[in-house]
């Protein structure tokens, strides 16, 4: 720890005795991993709640009141919280965070998930507190987002002693690997299927291209696909995706959920996104003859 010789907010120089405040190292925030990794969050925020009509630009500003994450939390756990809609006060706001974090905590305590935010850090702006919960949430609600792995960033702690500001740099793990992460939740049938007969799952390979997928489920719903609104023999990965897009069209017109893998994963040959998908279609039509 030694005297500060950073640029420092403002607000840091009338921190009281002993108080310390965090913030990114800038050098960091020009990562191109942690600029996929804001990127790829606020992406998925904004397509959860397109219907709210509400649009997130900026994590730190627009998460900070409660007011979001309410809407973030309900939409994704399909619950409604008993929280005041609009709060002007800061009382107010960290109220609101309190009721909408303990639902999170709630969530993910069960899953021995870190919780490495708190009302104050994330009322504070602080963007890797920020960070942690949205990971972490992602994660539970296996968002269908791919984020970058082994992202880390320096972090500036900035802390006021006799008087004087002193600095220390630390490194903070945002993401470690996509199975790493899952792994704090839950294994389901898919992973036990995966551990026992990997070898036979081969044909679900078939699905990669959409083509099957579309025809399928034309079949399932007992109507014919015009042909001109796919490519029955795609040659491209572009072509692939816009046939998978269009069968996930097709399976929310039937009246399934939309599928929580990407199309692009069902094209790149994943596996347990496929079988998901599939597994979701014999749910639903298991009983039709």
């Not at 191109?32 to 730190?60: G, S």
């Not at 793990?173 to 899952?182: S, V």
């Not at 995966?194 to 083509?211: E, I, R, T, W």
Request: hydrophobic share 40%; proline share 4%; glycine share 4%.
């Amino acid at each position: 720890m030694s005297p500060t010789s950073v640029d420092v907010h403002p607000e840091d120089t009338q921190l009281e005795e002993n108080e310390e405040r965090t913030m990114i190292d800038p050098t960091s925030k020009d990562d191109p991993k942690f600029k996929e990794l804001v990127k790829v969050l606020l992406d998925w925020i904004n397509d959860v709640l397109v219907e709210e009509r509400i649009i997130v630009k900026q994590l730190e500003e627009d998460l900070y009141d409660g007011q979001v994450l309410q809407k973030l939390l309900e939409k994704l756990a399909g619950c409604k919280l008993n929280v005041a809609e609009v709060t002007q006060s800061e009382i107010g706001q960290k109220q609101k965070l309190q009721t909408v974090l303990e639902a999170v905590h709630d969530l993910l305590r069960p899953h021995g998930w870190a919780l490495r935010w708190t009302v104050d850090s994330i009322h504070g702006k602080n963007l890797v507190a920020i960070l942690h919960l949205l990971v972490s949430l992602a994660m539970h609600f296996r968002a269908p987002i791919r984020l970058p792995e082994h992202v880390s960033v320096q972090v500036v702690v900035v802390r006021k002693r006799e008087g004087l500001l002193h600095s220390s740099h630390i490194s903070e793990e945002l993401t470690t690997t996509t199975e790493m992460m899952m792994g704090r939740f839950e294994r389901d049938a898919f992973d036990t299927l995966f551990d026992h007969a990997p070898d036979k799952l081969s044909v679900v390979k078939k699905f990669a291209d959409g083509v099957y997928l579309v025809l399928l489920m034309g079949l399932l719903e007992d109507y014919f696909v015009p042909l001109h609104n796919f490519y029955l023999t795609p040659d491209s990965f572009d072509q692939k995706v816009h046939n998978v897009s269009f069968a996930f069209e097709l399976m929310l017109d039937g009246g399934l959920k939309k599928p929580k893998a990407r199309p692009e994963d069902v094209v790149n040959l994943d596996l347990k996104s496929t079988l998901r998908v599939l597994y979701n279609l014999f749910t639903k039509y298991k009983n039709v003859e």
